[in-house]
Each structure stands twice: as structure tokens, then as C-alpha cells.
């Protein structure tokens, strides 16, 4: 769910809090960028990467901001629940105070500003210490509607979550599976399939798609229904998953295969070319293809809703920004080195939406093992993310729809929504397999919303929660670099200035057809 305070877990090093972060940043969107690239031509590519790379900093240092301030209002708030309790049992020991003063002291600790917290020397009370979750502090920034809004947002960002992964599996198995002579050696050779060519007999490619997309559901569908903490087959599933591969990149603990993944396309792009085999010739700029880059950028760097389970756990945060920030800078210059390989590499229209099946040809690579490893990839990576995705977003249906006191009734809670979280994204999976598009529409409206609007909303909230609460004259240890309001404004206009951009180009397009 996005949320509530949670365990903050083993605690690690920054440095070990570098690789998690970079595995966590580095995940499904990566796969897509190299052809995102490639439609948009390299400089407008490269420009337009290192901008978003430098926004999503941003709006990360502005989520630490914010999960620092939420740590001292709950320090706080159980300071004055301690004190309160004990002038109670001042109180039941026989102090005859009358109820109108202690009322009045109470009013009067809730509503003063909390300076002598710091000049008791309490230098701690901004440190990190407890996992709060974006919802959390929504719930504790925000009022009724910007915490509606906000499970909106998150609800639409994994329904597009779960659409790309319910697709790329069952699109993975097909190019992979679906026999042209030996298909195998013809994926990448830049034969262009048609959907309604021919897979297995009279079986076309797009029936085997949606034969896949049929089973991946009727096999993963099912742990929806269930709680996931609770589902020993889900826990027995994933454990197996992660012999034959580790998860997604999208897990930070456990996805150092995926980034070597993404090292040996790297390699073998790089031999290609020194071998004198390079087939592309990229323009420099295509701004029709600026809609989708802008979608596959903002997916891939898409971390802030994940950083309260990151940053929290990390054992010294003095030097937090700084440990952010080189991880930006690596992780700039590893897509600009996997999509600059790869549309040197491959000529533009053979770049495929799922880059891993660029090396599922013998041209390419003539060991069949690191063929169907490539292949198969995203089949290992996806597979097992997918059933814990489809629980927090049931979960967040659950949690907006919740009143106070109130409980579901049973076909509501166990019908009801599993149903109206796995239902939407399959269907649209059914429709449509164009990974590219379904990654750009998911980053360019739900990601724009968590990446840009409720980190830049949340840090405007926690500062004058912060002063009102704590008193002008504190300082929050991990204040955001871009404290100035100009930065939250700036952020503001251009998430905003993105979707209607984005509509735009969208209704544009659909007006030429």
C-alpha cells in the first residue's frame, strides 16, 4: 500500500544504499528507452534525459524533506502524548487542579511552537528513524482532497504498472516462441511480423499473445484474491523465481543479475559495432517522437513513491543529497550508454520495444543459452512482481474507500476489489501489446503526478506544517538543496505545462489519423 509507518528493517551502509537505489531506479522502463531514443534522435534524447534526470533529483531531495519533517511530528507528538500522561498521573495521585486550567495547559502545549525542543539540544529531531510511507504523509500534509487525489494518482500509476507487465510477459514469450523456420536466429534480423502472421500452425501471432496473456493471468490472477503477506504459495513462487532469476530491478534487494543484464546488451552492443557491424544511423532530433521519450524518461527515473523503504534504513544520512545525487549521475550515464549502443547498434526500425529481444538473433549472438536468457528475461523479472503490485493497488482501493469504524462487507472485500484491480490492466494488455506507448502514457500523466506534483506539494506542506508546528527559527537537518519556493513553483508549472502538453500531442496525433 502507499502506506502507513512500517518497520524500518536491517539497517545498511550508504554505500550499500547507492546499489540498492540504483537497482530500484533501473527497471522495466530501462528495456524501453534504446527505442524511445531512437524516435526522438539522440541530442533532443540526450537533452531531454539529463533534464528529467535532474528534476527527478529534485523532487527526491523534496520526498526526503518531507519524510524527515513527518519523523519529528511523530517524535514530537509522542513527546507530548508522554507528557500528557503523566500530568494524568499527577492528576489521579491527588493534585486538586481544577479541569478548566488543565484544559487551557493542554490547548496551549498543542498549539505553541515546539522551539524548546531545540533549545533542550535535541539535535535528532529530524533524523530518519521510522519508514513513513508517501500515504502516510499525505494523510499528514495533505487535507481530504489532496489525499483523495494522491491514491488517485498511485491507483493510475499501477494500473499502468501492472497493463506494461501483464503485456511485456506474454509479448516476451511470443517473439521468443512463435516459429518462423528457426525463429530463434530471426527475431533481430529486421524481419517486421505482422500480428496476424502465422506462430504455430494456424495459431496467428497475435492469438499465441493472447493465449500467454490468458495463461499469465489464470496462473498470477488468482494472488489478487489473497493477502500477500499471508500466501505461502506466493512466498514459494517468488523464492523459486529468484533461483532462476532475481527480481525486477524494481526490488532493490534482489536484482544484481538485471543490471548485469543490462551490462552484457551493453557488451555486446559495443562488439557489434567495433566489429564494424553498426547498421544505425540515428537522426539528431525527431520532436514527434518527444511524447513517448518524455513518458519512458519520467517512468525510468520513477523512485520517490519506493524512498521511504530506501532512505530510512540507510544506517548515516548526514550525506544523503550527496549519495542521491551520484546516484543520479550513474544512472544518466548508464542509459546514455545503453541507448546510445543500441541505436548505433541496431538500425531504428528493428529496435524493438522490449530491447532484450534485439539479441534473440544468431547475427547477434550465437550462444543459444544467452539467446533465450535475454529473451526470456523480462518473463523471469515481471512475473514475480506482478501479484505483489496487484495487492498494493487492491489495497490502495481499499484504503480510499475506508471510513473510520467501517468495515467492507465480504463480497466487497474479497470480490469486489481483486476484481476491479485485475480486470482493467488485463484488458488493456488484450488490446494493445505496444509497450513503448503503454510505458509513455503511464510516466507521462500517473509518474508525472508522483514524480513531479506530490513530492513538490508534499515539501510545500511539511514547511509550513514545520514552522507552524516547531516555530520559524527551525531548521530541518535534511532540508532539500532547492529550498528557495521558486523550485516548488518551478516543479509545479512544469508537471503541470507536461500533461497538458502531453494531451496536446496526443489529440494532435489522433486528429491526423
Not at 85 to 101: C, F, M
Not at 109 to 129: D, H, K, M, Y
Not at 359 to 370: P, R, S
Not at 387 to 416: M, Q, S
Request: charged residues 15%; neutral net charge.
Amino acid at each position: 500500500m502507499a502506506g502507513g509507518i512500517t518497520d524500518t528493517g536491517e539497517l545498511y551502509s550508504p554505500y550499500v544504499g547507492l546499489v540498492y537505489m540504483f537497482n530500484l531506479i533501473v527497471g522495466t522502463g530501462a528495456l524501453t528507452m534504446p527505442k524511445a531514443f531512437a524516435t526522438a534522435g539522440w541530442l533532443v534524447s540526450l537533452v531531454l534525459l539529463m533534464f528529467l534526470g535532474f528534476m527527478s533529483y529534485m523532487t527526491t531531495t523534496f520526498v526526503v524533506e518531507a519524510m524527515a519533517a513527518a519523523n519529528a511530528q511523530l517524535r514530537w507528538k509522542r513527546m507530548e502524548k508522554r507528557k500528557e500522561d503523566d500530568e494524568d498521573e499527577d492528576s489521579s495521585s491527588g493534585v486538586s487542579d481544577s479541569d478548566v486550567l488543565l484544559q487551557d495547559g493542554y490547548e496551549r502545549a498543542e498549539t505553541r511552537p515546539i522551539l524548546s525542543v531545540q533549545r533542550r539540544g535535541s539535535p535528532n529531531i529530524f533524523e530518519i528513524t521510522e519508514r513513513v510511507e508517501m500515504g502516510q504523509m499525505a494523510s499528514m500534509f495533505f487535507n481530504k482532497v489532496g489525499v483523495n487525489l494522491f491514491y488517485f494518482c498511485i491507483i493510475i500509476y499501477l494500473y499502468g504498472d501492472l497493463a506494461i507487465y501483464a503485456a511485456a510477459v506474454p509479448v516476451s514469450l511470443m517473439q521468443v516462441t512463435c516459429a518462423t523456420g528457426n525463429h530463434s536466429c530471426s527475431v533481430g534480423d529486421g524481419t517486421k511480423y505482422n500480428d496476424t502472421d502465422k506462430c504455430w500452425g494456424p495459431i496467428r501471432r497475435i492469438d499465441a499473445y493472447r493465449l500467454y496473456l490468458a495463461a499469465f493471468t489464470l496462473l498470477l490472477g488468482p494472488f489478487t484474491f489473497f493477502n500477500v503477506q499471508k500466501t505461502k504459495y506466493l512466498q514459494i513462487m517468488t523464492s523459486l523465481m529468484r533461483w532462476i532469476v532475481p527480481l525486477s530491478s524494481k526490488d532493490a534487494a534482489a536484482s544484481h543479475l538485471a543490471c548485469r543484464s543490462f551490462i552484457l546488451m551493453i557488451i555486446l552492443a559495443l562488439i557489434r559495432i567495433s566489429r564494424g557491424q553498426a547498421e544505425g544511423h540515428p537522426s539528431m532530433a525527431q520532436l514527434s517522437g518527444i511524447r513517448n521519450l518524455f513518458g519512458v524518461c519520467v517512468y525510468s527515473f520513477m523512485c520517490q513513491h519506493s524512498l521511504p523503504s530506501l532512505i530510512t534504513p540507510i544506517s548515516k544520512k548526514k550525506h544523503v543529497n550527496k549519495l542521491v545525487l551520484l546516484d543520479y549521475i550513474l544512472i544518466l550515464a548508464f542509459y546514455s550508454l545503453l541507448s546510445f549502443t543500441a541505436i548505433y547498434c541496431f538500425r531504428n526500425d528493428t529496435l524493438m520495444d522490449m530491447y532484450t529481444l534485439n539479441f534473440t538473433n544468431c547475427e547477434i549472438i550465437n550462444v543459444a543459452f544467452i539467446r533465450y536468457f535475454l529473451g526470456l528475461f523480462p518473463v523471469f523479472t515481471i512475473s514475480t512482481n506482478f501479484p505483489i503490485i496487484a495487492v498494493t493497488l487492491r489495497n490502495n482501493w481499499k484504503t480510499l474507500f475506508h471510513r473510520e469504524g467501517g468495515t467492507y462487507p465480504w463480497v466487497v472485500d474479497r470480490i469486489v476489489f481483486p476484481a476491479i484491480t485485475l480486470i482493467p490492466p488485463v484488458l488493456v494488455a488484450f488490446c494493445t501489446h505496444d509497450l513503448e506507448s503503454l510505458v509513455g502514457i503511464t510516466g507521462a500523466y500517473a509518474g508525472n503526478g508522483i514524480q513531479y506534483l506530490i513530492p513538490a506539494f508534499l515539501a510545500y506542506c511539511s514547511r509550513k506544517d514545520t514552522q507552524l508546528v516547531f516555530g520559524s527559527g527551525t531548521v530541518n537537518k535534511h532540508l532539500s538543496p532547492f529550498r528557495h519556493t521558486f523550485w516548488i513553483v518551478f516543479v509545479l508549472i512544469w508537471g503541470f505545462s507536461c500533461f497538458v502538453f502531453v494531451t496536446a500531442n496526443i489529440v494532435l496525433s489522433e486528429s491526423k489519423l
